[in-house]
């Protein structure tokens, strides 16, 4: 699809301001809708309407998509008594449709796109993520100028929207440390918002009349307090008058906006609470109130808990995680917008470990921070850290456009790269000021009660005014933008260079001028055979989790220093019969990325001390996991659909079976299985970026070529098979939610005359963006789940397909999902599909594989499953012909062929009380 690309000014336009602007006295031409220009900074362009409305536009013709993203400045710390949880609330309802968009699930799955919205402190927005042409910019744009203005919001859509939000707070209560941060947060705060859940209150929720959702709307869904972001391949002068289309007739609010804002007056001692519940695994919690991101002081702050809390390197995880007093620790700032913002440190404690021993070791850590400044090695891996999250967020303009909520809510977008410098400049001395101010124990709340001998009132400064620092900023480097390209199959195939890089490595390499300069590149290997693998499983998926985690030359503290210092996100991943790592880099160091990813994977050091560390973190989170209803559902279909023996390759091991493996493993058998499985036999990589492919090819073959496996691989085959149904209730005692869970076998491959057929199919029914029927009925009609989904899982090489659905849900209302599932199931078998549901449905998926092609990471993941399978995009072309020729007749004639509903097994899991 190609870029919007509207008439460019400059041709004549461009030249004609240019002579006023020679002129003496010269008078620039009018912008659009009466916009002022603001202020530009990498990349991005700000005006303003006279209505109080701002727009950011990032012009960037790198992939052919556009993103509109509306910014509400209104989230749970400007709710009133009586209020909380309205803005979440609000952020649903606006969900329902305007006069001119009636269903827009349904409009924006035909569009081939995908949007959201999401609710927090000081902020709601909602976004489109759009294949990038004219008519969906202006549709996107008039969608949210009406959701702004004309939100649809009706006494009955408000009863409906109750229990689905409520079913999401009962969703969020099955986790005993979000819901431990909540407490912790509510006793923080005296006055301030931020103290209050976002999802708000349920008797808020419960009690909150129409009248009063409809002036909550009123009061804050204005122009004043809005900013539209548009982002992707559009000409910024087109992007700007399709804004001022929609946007600038929009009246100027009465007033002035709601402030609504108690300040907090400082903490003068610690406070503790403690969460009492069932759970597998303790948490210890302690929060701090921080500066507000805007100070000068917050980047110093932040870099302090980065040097407390990074993983392997950070001070908490060398003196709680590797000496066992803890399974995992993490240290974060939320960087609000008013001071006294808070800052967590969290940890888990396994059941058989001392919460006293791992809180005394927390404490000291962290409030003795101040007495022992950091050295410049530990400044230079967290400030790295930073820098890479913040640089890969920039690199990737979709997480750019929808990052910049979290900046203008802050106050002002220009201070994400104002914060990117103040992180570069901080020093060790910034580092110990914070910390000498913040991390006290006056200002702390804990998870626990723990008296105090001397209370001081530590008071958070006010924020500076912005303008007089942002206006004087510059940029210290411009970045680097992305260039459009073809995502059209055969363009693709014209472009992509398919080699071999050795024996047994085939090698797809697509160079293009990427944002950020980075390359996505994803290498796999295939490992065993099904009776060499037999019995191995639980070893080789530990094994995959080792890899970085030191090597005969570094250790895993050396190696994710070489890795932030080179900027690379690195990711391996494996199991027992394939192993891989997938690489986003800058150009510049992918070669000496590329030498250490190939050192893990040739030469992990297996050291016993991290063996045990990785152990207890696996072990944890198995035990998170048995304490959570979806995780216990589907564990338990995975089973029920895999009628293999034990020890079996294709037989996954169930929750129980990996904690007893995870306990046994050690590092004879790790270093067995890699010298027998771990080498070349059968591989593939992909890689798309600014390389050249000549040099690329040269590089692989030199780190990988001559390593062998010394097994050879064959894959395991797993051809249909019936499986009886059955129902199953699994009892997860405590938990405030419940998931329905069903799955049913299908003979069929994704080269079948039937699967396009089917795919679309299951789309209308369960799939797509909360348009679907299932969504239609058991969300927004009956109000019983967040979420609910039906898909088609096929395999490129085996027959044995299934149906799976899924729901969450409240357990009172387990019954109605399933019956209403069984119940959509019947009607589209007896009643078929309706032409507009079809073309909606291939729409969707259509648009959905071109999305995928347009994003580097996806496009290698694509390119390097089809080198597996042996095609090219020639194939998927075909595909989508087929797709295209799907009709309600054919799509019901496969369904009947190939859906029973009596074959399904369902499993239920949750506090499901006889």
């Known amino acids: 699809m190609k870029p919007i690309r509207f008439p460019r000014p400059a041709s004549w336009l461009g030249a004609l301001l240019l002579l006023w602007s020679l002129a003496a006295g010269a008078v620039a031409a009018p912008l659009p ?100 042409t004219a008519e969906n910019l202006d549709w996107a744009l008039s969608l949210e100028a009406e959701r702004m203005s004309r939100g649809r919001i009706t006494p009955e859509l408000l009863d409906k929207e109750r229990g689905v939000v409520l079913n999401e707070m009962e969703m969020g209560e099955n986790d005993p440390a979000a819901t431990l941060m909540d407490r912790m947060a509510s006793v923080a705060y005296d006055w301030h918002g931020y103290g209050g859940s976002t999802i708000g209150n349920p008797g808020d929720l419960k009690s909150v009349t129409y009248r009063e959702v409809v002036d909550f709307y009123r009061r804050h869904m204005r122009p004043d307090t809005a900013t539209i972001v548009v982002a992707g391949a559009v000409d910024e002068a087109a992007a700007l008058g399709a804004v001022a289309k929609h946007f600038a007739p929009l009246p100027k609010a009465p007033g002035q906006p709601p402030a609504g804002r108690s300040r907090e007056v400082g903490q003068d001692g610690d406070r503790a609470v403690t969460l009492s519940r069932k759970g597998e695994v303790q948490a210890l919690g302690l929060l701090y109130h921080g500066p507000a991101v805007s100070e000068p002081d917050a980047a110093a702050f932040d870099l302090a808990l980065g040097v407390l809390g990074d993983a392997p390197s950070g001070r908490l995880y060398r003196r709680l995680v590797e000496k066992g007093l803890a399974s995992s620790v993490w240290a974060a700032s939320f960087g609000f917008r008013d001071p006294s913002g808070p800052a967590f440190v969290m940890a888990q404690v396994p059941r058989d470990r001392s919460l006293d021993a791992a809180q005394k070791v927390l404490l000291e850590t962290v409030e003795g921070f101040a007495q022992d400044p950091p050295s410049e090695e530990e400044l230079g891996r967290a400030r790295e850290r930073i820098l890479l999250y913040l640089d890969s967020e920039f690199a990737d303009l979709d997480r750019f456009a929808l990052g910049l909520s979290e900046w203008i809510a802050r106050g002002d977008w220009r ?31 804990l998870g626990r009660f723990v008296p105090v001998d001397r209370p001081l009132r530590v008071v958070v400064s006010q924020p500076r005014p912005l303008e007089a620092t942002l206006s004087t900023f510059v940029l210290s480097q411009e970045p680097k933008l992305g260039a459009s390209f073809d995502v059209s199959c055969a363009a693709l195939d014209r472009s992509v260079t398919r080699v071999e890089v050795a024996p047994g490595l085939k090698g797809a390499f697509f160079p293009r001028k990427t944002r950020g300069g980075m390359v996505s590149l994803r290498l796999s290997l295939h490992l065993g055979t099904p009776e060499s693998l037999a019995g191995r499983v639980a070893v080789g998926e530990f094994l995959a989790g080792m890899l970085d985690r030191g090597t005969a030359r570094h250790s895993r503290e050396q190696i994710q220093q070489l890795f932030d210092r080179l900027r690379a996100t690195v990711s391996f991943w494996g199991g027992a019969d394939q192993v891989g790592v997938f690489v986003v880099v800058p150009e510049e160091h992918l070669e000496e990325t590329l030498a250490l990813v190939a050192e893990c994977l040739k030469e992990p050091a297996l050291d016993p001390r991290e063996v045990e560390v990785l152990r207890r973190e696996t072990l944890a989170a198995l035990d998170e996991s048995r304490d959570d209803p979806g995780s216990r559902a589907w564990d338990r279909l995975e089973r029920i659909f ?81 499986v009886p149904p059955r129902r199953e209730t699994l009892r997860v005692e405590d938990k405030p939610n419940a998931v329905v869970a ?13 699967y396009p057929d089917l795919w679309v199919a299951a789309t209308v029914l369960g799939g797509g963006w909360l348009d679907s029927r299932l969504a239609t009925r058991i969300r927004h009609t009956e109000g019983t789940s967040y979420g609910v989904r039906l898909s088609l899982e096929a395999s490129n090489l085996d027959d044995f397909g299934r149906w799976n659905f899924t729901a969450i849900t409240g357990p009172r209302n387990v019954p109605l999902v399933e019956r209403a599932f069984f119940e959509e199931l019947q009607r589209a078998l007896k009643d078929g599909f309706t032409p507009e549901e079809v073309a909606r449905g291939t729409s969707y998926l259509l648009e959905g594989m071109k999305v995928d092609r347009s994003r580097d990471a996806a496009l290698a993941g694509l390119l390097a499953r089809d080198l597996f399978l042996g095609r090219t995009f020639a194939w998927t072309e075909e595909l989508e012909a087929r797709l295209r020729a799907v009709t309600p007749e054919s799509a019901l004639a496969a369904l009947r062929r190939h859906l029973d509903p009596r074959s399904f097994s369902v499993v239920l899991a949750g506090d499901l009380k006889p």
């Open 742 to 754: 069903a799955s049913a076998p299908v003979k069929i491959l994704r080269g079948d005359r039937d």
């Open 415 to 445: 201070l994400f790269f104002l914060y990117r410098d103040r992180i570069a400049r901080a020093t060790g001395e910034d580092l110990v000021r914070a910390a000498r101010r913040y991390l006290v124990a006056e200002n702390r709340t």
């Open 33 to 132: 809708g009466g916009a002022v220009a603001g202020p530009r900074m990498g990349g991005v362009a700000e005006y303003r309407f006279p209505n109080g409305l701002t727009t950011l536009i990032v012009s960037d013709f790198s992939k052919p998509t556009v993103t509109v993203n509306a910014v509400h400045r209104v989230g749970s710390a400007l709710e009133g008594d009586g209020e909380k949880g309205l803005a979440h609330l609000l952020e649903h309802l606006l969900f329902k449709g305007t006069p001119s968009h009636p269903d827009i699930p349904k409009e924006i799955a035909a569009r081939g796109g995908r949007a959201n919205g999401n609710t927090w402190a000081d902020r709601t927005c909602y976004f489109e993520v759009l294949p990038a």
């Open 642 to 722: 895999a009628p293999y023996p034990a020890g079996d390759v294709r037989r996954p091991l169930s929750l129980e079976e990996k904690a007893e493996g995870t306990r046994v493993i050690d590092v004879p058998a790790l270093r067995d299985f890699h010298r027998t499985f771990y080498g070349l036999s059968v591989g593939e990589v992909a890689a798309v970026g600014p390389f050249e492919p000549e040099r690329l090819k040269d590089l692989l073959s030199r780190h990988f070529g001559a390593w062998r496996a010394a097994t050879p691989f064959v894959r395991a085959v797993r051809p249909f098979e019936e």
